[in-house]
């Protein structure tokens, strides 16, 4: 069945270095890719997403592109904040449900 | 407020005891899904609705657990028995159609099971 692995953390970062969550997948078609986040004490939100191959998502200075060669969707940053600091869960959507990946969490510090 | 909403927040069940959990989606959404989340797994998709029927229950651990959406709207995940196994937070989930859109999640039930 369709899944989702990514790089077990916890990744602990200096503020400013640069940030790469690793996830791959395994689908038998072609699956709709995301990165939510869960920041300390709230619920999942979207954070990006790519619908085909090639595409790249982003959003607050996240980058992640939905490479079908590689089966991959890793996610990047260039520089992270104390305030990115939370679990990072990669996601793929085929049907009508979303297959998640363990989570990682990344810890930011100052 | 305009998110999904989840109650109670906490809840703590003796083993053997029934709980029910409820979910409030954004309105107009008419996909609802809910999710269990267990300390270092991942989110584990438990059901989905569209509308008020249930098209795939296929994660539904066990007959202990059950799910309803009434009005298109509100749903709530019963668990009978429960187990210590069952102890987690669940998660609701709720999108204008399907999960090819943007979903937006509750801030989940924490379930303890003593």
């Known amino acids: 069945g369709d899944s989702v692995t990514q790089m077990e953390g916890p990744v602990t970062l200096s503020e400013e270095a640069f940030l790469t969550i690793n996830c791959t997948y395994t689908?038998?078609?072609?699956?709709?890719l995301f990165w939510y986040v869960q920041y300390p004490g709230e619920g999942l939100q979207l954070l990006l997403k790519?619908?085909?191959?090639?595409d790249k998502g982003s959003n607050k200075g996240f980058e992640a592109t939905y490479r079908k060669e590689t089966t991959s969707f890793h996610l990047e940053k260039g520089s992270v904040q104390v305030s990115d600091s939370a679990v990072y869960f990669c996601?793929?959507?085929?049907?009508?449900?979303?297959?998640f990946g363990t989570g990682t969490r990344l810890q930011v510090f100052p | 407020g305009a998110g999904v909403s989840q109650s109670p927040s906490n809840k703590v069940t003796e083993k053997g005891k029934d709980v029910e959990l409820r979910c409030d989606p954004i309105?107009?959404?008419?996909?609802l899904y809910w999710y269990r989340q267990s300390l270092g797994q991942g989110l584990e998709f438990l059901i989905y609705?569209?509308?008020?029927?249930?098209?795939?229950k296929s994660g539904l651990p066990s007959d202990r657990f059950s799910a309803e959406r009434t009005g298109g709207s509100v749903s709530t995940l019963t668990i009978q028995r429960t187990q210590q196994e069952d102890s987690a937070v669940y998660l609701c989930?709720?999108?204008?159609?399907?999960?090819?859109?943007?979903?937006?999640f509750g801030q989940g039930t924490r379930l303890t099971v003593v």
């Open positions: 309105s107009g959404h008419t996909a």
């Open positions: 790519a619908t085909k191959a090639d």
């Open positions: 989930a709720s999108s204008l159609e399907r999960m090819n859109t943007e979903a937006f």
């Open positions: 996601a793929l959507s085929e049907t009508d449900k979303l297959i």
């Open positions: 689908a038998t078609g072609y699956p709709s």
């Open positions: 609705f569209q509308g008020n029927s249930a098209p795939d």
